[in-house]
């Protein structure tokens, strides 16, 4: 039965995207085998992938919204055994239009079963808010994986994403863990990098991953390619820290 993870953190640009992408490349390259789920209306994973989103005919805002089977929406991607549901920007109309629906919360866990135990791993990227979107990957997921950016600042908004994740915990989903924090974009010439890494693991203890990912500019060159590191530049730092990042998942179960 495949482990369904949430890269979840409703603060903007912090590396969930290229967290999803590249660790779900990793584990697939490591012979997992990987549902991307892509649940921002930006799209990103989706392009991050190499699909072109005017060509996607079906994507996880039918799923949602309209009860389509996920299997019929699952695209293979440019990585062996790396699949995707895509996201549109048709999937922003989703957080409204899921409002007055039934059982909004648990439309892609409900989605989720009918294909879990056809991969190892499912990997959702979550759009930068708090809203339906991010609840429903919050109660599909048997873990969430919160990346959190190197700056000044990086903690701010966590204790609203803790909460958000105990509500689930307590009214949609008991069996929700924190996986794990990964601290990303290290620069490591910056003493404030430093002081982040201190800060963030006094409060989240062993909770932090051992692998910390520092900026790389393959990695943000690596998107517009619509590739994935291992396969854009395989041999630099990027691929490197994001497969050990795969095995310390992959050791965790
Ligand atoms: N380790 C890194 N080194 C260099 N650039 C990075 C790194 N990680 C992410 N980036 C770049 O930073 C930007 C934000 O990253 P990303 O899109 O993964 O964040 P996000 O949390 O998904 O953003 P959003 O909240 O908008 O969905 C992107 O341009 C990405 O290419
Ligand atoms: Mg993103």
Redesign the pocket.
Known sequence: MGKILA?A?????????????NLGACLAYIGKKVLLVDI?P?G??TSGVGIEKADVNQCIYDVLVDDVDANAVILPTSVDKLFIIPATIQLAGAEIELVPTISREVRLKRALEEVKGDFDYILI????SLGLLTLNSLTASDAVLI?V?CEYYALEGLSQLLNTVRLVQKHLNHELRIEGVLL???DARTNLGIQVIEEVKKYFQDKVYKTI???????????SHGEPIIIYDPRSR?AE?YLDLAKEVLSHG
């Open positions: 890269i953190n409703q603060k903007g640009g912090v590396g969930k995207t290229t967290t999803s992408v921002d930006q990103n994973a990227d979550c759009p930068p990346p950016q990303t974009m290290l990912i520092p900026r790389n500019v393959r990695l943000s060159e690596a998107p990027g820290v």
